[in-house]
């Protein structure tokens, strides 16, 4: 098949991570005679510096004709102008929106060769693999706000919710459950918030249409206890934006590393294949403290990769490949360094990529 796929390398390590990942789609098509076409454009704090403006319509207008969009990472210290009118992250924000995509799904599967990466104690991590779900395009991140402002007095911002914004979204999780261990956990704040109240009487009639799931509502300061004491018990967690943004970096470290953690997000604009316009993105940040010194590890970026061929390719065998792959090398001992412990060798990002590469010729 032919697809188009739009990068946006983005900032800080961003740039070096996808180059890992393109070069193991590269490789997928020569092994499945495959051609993807790459389209590289600007988006964050590089398009800040270039164009004046985090998000360029060439950007959206570009993505919008893709049949899938990559990610890195955008953001970075020199951005960080609380006075400024524009930060890298607008960019996420807006192209998040612009294609609607309404849905961010966040596995978090613990490779058991990483299991003493990791901070909590093995016994409690066996077995652990959930898919979060987060909503992506309203609650805090996009309602009604007010900037402080020079004078710096007074500030807010809104969590609102429609009844149509929670049921896809659930809906969306529901299914996915069905076809995992049919197990669901809608998370929310209903003993305080309205918006929560409002989350939780949506996800109860949405889950009534699927008897078969075994349905829990967890209050979201409860989850994020119950994510370290049980974590093996969950398979998939729903969740509102600001919730499953909290809630996925703290997942993260069940899996080893923010370095492992690919996403994808998805909405309802189709591509020329008649499947999702996703995004797919490592959940990790720029991590400017890094870049440029090719330690960064891109093994969340390739299973990103993993994930785009399987939702917005239908490539279900070659995105298994990729994820095959990645446990070979695992398994072999490759390490970057935040997933390494003592006595370990310790592998580039570059060397990395290159062993990925070798496992799938
Ligand atoms: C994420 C990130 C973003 C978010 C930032 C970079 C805007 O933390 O994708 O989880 O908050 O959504
Ligand atoms: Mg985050």
Redesign the pocket.
């Known amino acids: 098949m032919e697809a188009k796929i739009v990068v946006l390398d983005g900032d800080g390590i961003g740039p070096e991570v996808t180059a890992e990942a393109v070069k193991i789609l590269d490789v997928v098509g020569e092994r499945f005679g495959h051609t993807f076409h790459y389209d590289h454009q600007l988006m964050g704090g590089c398009a800040i510096d270039e164009l004046g403006t985090s998000l360029p319509d060439e950007t959206v207008a570009a993505a919008k004709a893709a049949d899938a969009v990559l990610l890195g ?3 970075g210290p020199k951005w960080d102008i609380p006075t400024a009118p524009d930060r ?2 607008r960019g ?2 807006g192209i ?1 929106k612009a294609l609607e995509l309404f849905a ?1 799904l966040r596995p978090v599967k613990l490779n058991e060769q990483l299991i003493e990466a990791s901070t909590i104690k093995p016994d409690v991590l066996a077995g652990t693999d959930m898919l979060v779900i ?1 909503e ?1 395009t309203g609650g805090l ?1 996009f309602g009604p706000r007010k900037e402080a402002g020079e004078e710096g007095f007074e500030a807010y911002d809104t969590m609102l919710y429609t009844r149509p914004e929670i049921e896809r979204v659930v809906r969306l999780a529901a299914d996915a459950a069905m076809g995992r261990r049919k197990k669901l956990a809608s998370v929310d704040k209903a003993n305080v918030l309205a918006s929560g109240r409002l989350w939780r009487r949506v996800a109860t009639d949405v889950l009534a249409e699927y008897p078969e799931l075994e349905v829990e509502h967890v209050l979201v300061d409860s989850m994020a206890m119950h994510l370290i004491r049980r974590p093996a018990s969950f398979d998939v967690i729903v969740s509102n ?1 600001m919730f ?2 909290i809630l ?2 703290e997942a993260s470290m069940l899996a080893g590393s923010m370095g492992m953690l690919p ?1 994808a997000s998805l909405g309802d604009l189709k591509n020329s294949h008649g499947l999702p316009l996703g995004l797919y ?1 490592p ?1 990790h ?2 991590a400017p403290d890094i870049a440029g010194q090719g330690i960064a590890n891109p093994l969340a970026a390739v299973l990103s990769v993993a994930m785009l061929l399987r939702h917005s390719l239908g490539l279900a065998d070659e995105a298994q490949a990729i994820e095959d792959a990645v446990d070979a090398v695992l398994d072999e001992g490759a390490r970057t360094g935040d997933i390494a412990h003592e006595g370990v060798e310790v592998v580039s990002t570059q060397v990395m990529g290159d062993l990925v590469a070798e496992k799938l010729e």
């Open positions: 990472a955008v953001g890298p992250e996420i924000l998040r961010n987060r992506l991140y934006n499953g943004d996925t970096d996403s993105e959940i940040g720029s």
